[in-house]
């Protein structure tokens, strides 16, 4: 691939990106889009054609036919690279869930003293799953047993995942059938960094088949965990107002960006940064208050529960240093690039990294540890409030848009139902109608090789003109926050007439923000809880649903994937397939994994594709459920009065009156 220098206008899609790429561009400073642009990608190790996995290499396998030293195949290198990718990205959400747990289980323990359980239906319900008995036992007693039960799923020597069950029934039998349920998360992880060592499993079917067991393990256990615990120790999100973009960054205040993916730390900064003594520390150096904020799925955790705005999404990590605006930039886990610390050092910026897994040259580490939570918050606020005084000139791009997350799964169910009749029923009842076409489920990354934010922003309008109902979670949600795709009144711009029909009833945005990354779990929950709920089938594979990630960069979103599939969804990977280099695995995750389990994994990179693939197997779906064929002319003649009175209420005041007292 030729270098290519692109301009700011054609490297992001989101202006207040554009306008500080200029200001990178005349300052000189370094950003992923030009070092996207300076660096091309490896030709071999992005078709998944490079092994490292011994010294008789690295072996570049070029040439059809080519085999490594050792005599391995193409099939074999691409499959075994592709499984590893699996396996890294279990290993990041699994690890992420097992913190939790641990979080739960000091703070059960009373050793934690800032942390409680704050959502104890959840823990009960929890614990049910688990098969942690004493329901009725003191909060403490049974969160210690839940936490206890929830970490041996990760290592227990004998047995299975134990959410596999909340699969629908169908589903649980494919798996047993094929032998990839997961006995546990850990060990499938570790099974499948054994089976690529050199020497070990060599048939890329094989292979193919522990990647899907070990993703089973992420999407069924350590990320299905992560979001339960994480609802339990700071609650089940139910909708709030909120803005995003770097607009919501401020001139007078000390800004402080929460970067990463751990709700941990962040929920106790968001604490602390309320506290009296700090707003008066804050006032003694000058500032009007303090400004928190979040980048990546960090933000996406304080966004669903507390209302935290969102600075951007994986992109703007830079960019948000780059307005000269921020104080501090605290940073836990994952998607952290490193190029924040020297860039950083050009501004008043303090990096400031705080996991016990995660340091970075350069950085100021402060450890973060949950048995001294708010003491440690309150530390890092206030050197953020010292570099206050150093800040110059800023540039704070003056886009913000509004937002309403906060779409569980158990808020979805009382949105649709009430708090008495909750349940997925007039979900599938719309897809069965045909004012719902069908679903989709956009997530995943941004990536510098393509357009920032345009893919997730282009697919999900089409989707939402064709009456398809779209849920995100993710930087693909943050994506769709900006373009203003994440309000009710979008129903009303952008939605076909069916599904604006659904979103005026409900009084719900056509686009619904789940979460974060781990929060696909989320999705799982309502996929499996549509096909138990009659007329769409009796697995997921029969829903009219497609799971994408059209920006996708990082390893989890590769393990993301895989769980959908292995749960029988169809899903569309955009950019670059990092199994090119092989048609055989490209076969094997295409039909071969349909003819397995009923989902396939396909690298699609242009709109047009991506939609067109979408509702052809949405359109395949209705069919084989025996439902009407879509036809938005039969709908889309009612409420609209009633809407466009809705959007002329300011916002804040609707909120109450569309969605009630919800969740809390
Ligand atoms: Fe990271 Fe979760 Fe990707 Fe965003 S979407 S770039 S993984 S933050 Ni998960
Ligand atoms: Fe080469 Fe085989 Fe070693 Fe891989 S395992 S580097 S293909 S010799």
């Known amino acids: 691939m030729a270098k290519k220098t692109r301009t700011p206008q054609e490297s992001s899609r989101d202006q207040s990106a554009v306008e500080l790429l200029e200001f990178a561009l005349e300052g000189g400073y370094e950003t992923a889009f030009s070092r996207a642009d300076a660096m091309a990608a490896c030709p071999i190790g992005k078709d998944g054609l490079c092994c490292r996995a011994c010294s008789m290499g690295p072996c570049r396998l070029v040439k059809e036919g080519q085999t490594g030293v050792c005599g391995a195949t193409i099939s074999t290198v691409v499959a075994r690279n592709f499984a590893r990718m699996v396996a890294a990205g279990a290993a990041a959400h699994s690890d992420h869930g097992r913190d939790l747990a641990y979080t739960l289980l000091a703070a059960a323990r009373g050793e934690a003293p800032d942390y409680e359980v704050r959502d104890p239906g959840k823990l009960r319900e929890v614990a049910t799953y688990l098969g942690v008995d004493g329901l009725d036992r003191p909060i403490n007693e049974l969160a210690e047993d839940v936490a206890r039960a929830a970490l041996a799923e990760f290592g227990k020597p004998e047995g299975e995942v134990i959410y596999l069950q909340r699969a629908p029934e169908k589903r649980q039998k494919i798996w047993k059938e094929l032998g990839i349920g997961p006995r546990n998360i850990d060990r499938e992880i570790v099974e499948t960094l054994h089976r690529t060592h050199m020497g070990n499993d060599q048939d890329a079917e094989h292979i193919l088949n522990q990647a899907l067991r070990t993703a089973l393990g992420d999407g069924w256990g350590g990320s299905m965990l992560g979001t339960d615990l994480s609802d339990i120790l700071f609650g089940t999100p139910a909708p709030v107002v909120s803005q995003a973009n770097l607009g919501v960054l401020k ?3 000390v800004n402080i960006v929460i970067h990463g993916h751990e709700p941990s730390l962040s929920e106790m900064i968001v604490a602390a940064s309320q506290d009296p003594e700090m707003l008066e520390y804050a006032a003694s150096k000058g500032a009007k208050g303090i400004n928190l904020s979040g980048i990546c799925c960090t933000a996406n955790e304080t966004l669903m529960r507390q209302g935290v705005s969102l600075a951007g999404n994986f992109l703007q990590q830079e960019l948000a240093i780059l307005t000269g605006a921020v104080e501090a930039m605290v940073v836990d886990i994952q998607c952290i690039m490193q190029a924040l610390v020297p860039l950083a050092a050009e501004f008043h910026t303090e990096i400031i990294t705080t996991s016990p897994k995660t340091k970075i040259t350069g950085a100021t580490h402060i450890e973060f540890d949950e048995h001294h939570a708010m003491e440690i918050a309150k530390e890092i606020i206030k050197r953020a409030i010292d570099r206050y005084p150093d800040r110059q000139a800023t540039r704070i791009p003056d886009s913000v848009s509004d937002l309403v997350p906060g779409f569980s799964h158990e808020y979805i169910e009382y949105a649709l139902g009430g708090a008495y009749r909750g349940s997925f029923r007039p979900l599938n009842d719309a897809i069965i109608s045909g004012r719902i076409r069908g679903v989709v489920a956009n997530i995943g990354c941004n990536n510098p090789r393509v357009m920032h934010d345009a893919l997730h922003q282009d697919v999900v309008a089409e989707f939402l003109r064709n009456d398809i109902l779209v849920v995100e979670t993710g930087c693909g949600a943050i994506a769709c926050a900006k373009a203003g795709l994440l309000v009710p009144e979008a129903a009303f711009e952008h939605a076909g007439p069916g599904l604006r029909e659904v979103c005026e009833a409900v009084g719900m945005p056509p686009v619904l923000h789940m979460g974060s990354c781990v929060d696909n779990s989320r999705i799982l929950t309502v996929l499996s809880q549509m096909a138990t709920e009659s007329g769409l089938g009796d697995d997921i594979s029969d829903i009219p649903a497609v799971g994408m990630a059209p920006e996708w960069m990082s390893e989890k979103a590769i393990s993301i994937a895989t769980y959908a599939v292995a749960s029988g969804a169809y899903v569309i990977m955009g950019h670059e397939s990092p199994v090119e280099g092989s048609e055989e695995v490209t076969r ?62 300011p916002l804040e005041e609707r909120i109450g009156a569309a969605y009630g007292a919800a969740g809390k």
């Open 251 to 253: 001139d007078d205040e």
């Open 588 to 649: 094997l995750i295409t039909d071969g994994w349909e003819e397995k389990v009923g989902g396939r994994l396909e690298f699609i990179n242009s709109v047009e594709d991506i939609v067109k693939a979408t509702l052809d197997h949405i359109d395949k779906k209705r069919e084989e459920l025996g439902l009407a064929p879509y036809d938005p002319s039969q709908w889309g003649k009612s409420g609209d009065e009633r809407m466009s009175q809705l959007i002329s209420i």
